[in-house]
């Protein structure tokens, strides 16, 4: 999937409602995370993270780079650029923005803001990036076209207190990608299957 195709989908009426985890706290704390698209420009990629296996929360799983708001942030989009330059050394000034999603509020209190941004030129992941190890083991690309394709998720229903809510699988070669991760992810899948008549 190409930047065109992308856009001429992601810039209508936001199709997908709501996603959240369940159940999730009425008070919650701001945050934010890049969903950084990778050039080749003819099958783009998204970055994805693995939290080092130290780490005292989530640790081992995929994420987007990103983290809570700070007073000093000019607002999420920078908190969602400062995060990726401090975990994975993504220079801020590489990406351009693109938009972003609707707040994903997830049970661990956080309301999170999903940032859309392309980097126009490719960077080479093991020599362009400089990762903080004390927060990430790794960082990969999956083809945003695995992503916005439905068929490759799957869900488990899971009950708390008498309410049953779906949590999203994705399986890419030897990494499965879930949680909130995949809630962010598979919402904005749900928009582009919403339109997929008009591509």
Not at 11 to 16: D, R, T, V, Y
Request: hydrophobic share 40%.
């Amino acid at each position: 999937m190409n930047e065109k195709t992308f856009l001429s989908t992601f810039h209508l009426p936001w199709a997908a409602g709501p996603a959240h985890d369940f159940p999730y706290p009425i008070e919650s704390r701001p945050a934010a995370v890049l969903i950084c698209l990778q050039p080749p420009f003819d099958d783009l990629q998204v970055l994805f993270t693995e939290r080092a296996s130290h780490l005292t929360h989530h640790a081992g799983q995929i994420s987007f780079p990103g983290g809570k708001y700070e007073q000093s942030d000019d607002g999420l989009i920078a908190t969602a650029l400062r995060e990726a330059e401090e975990e994975i050394g993504l220079n801020a000034n590489d990406v351009r923005i693109l938009g972003t999603l609707p707040e994903y509020k997830t049970i661990s209190g956080f309301t999170v803001l999903p940032v859309v941004g392309i980097l126009d030129q490719c960077l080479c992941l093991d020599k362009d990036l400089n990762i903080d190890r004390n927060e990430v083991s790794r960082v990969f690309q999956v083809p945003l076209a695995h992503l916005m394709n439905k068929s490759q998720y799957f869900t488990h229903e899971v009950k708390r207190k008498n309410y049953s809510f779906p949590v999203y699988f994705i399986q890419y070669e030897n990494d499965v990608i879930w949680g909130a991760t995949a809630g962010m992810t598979a919402a904005l899948c749900k928009h582009f299957d919403a339109y997929k008549h008009i591509r």
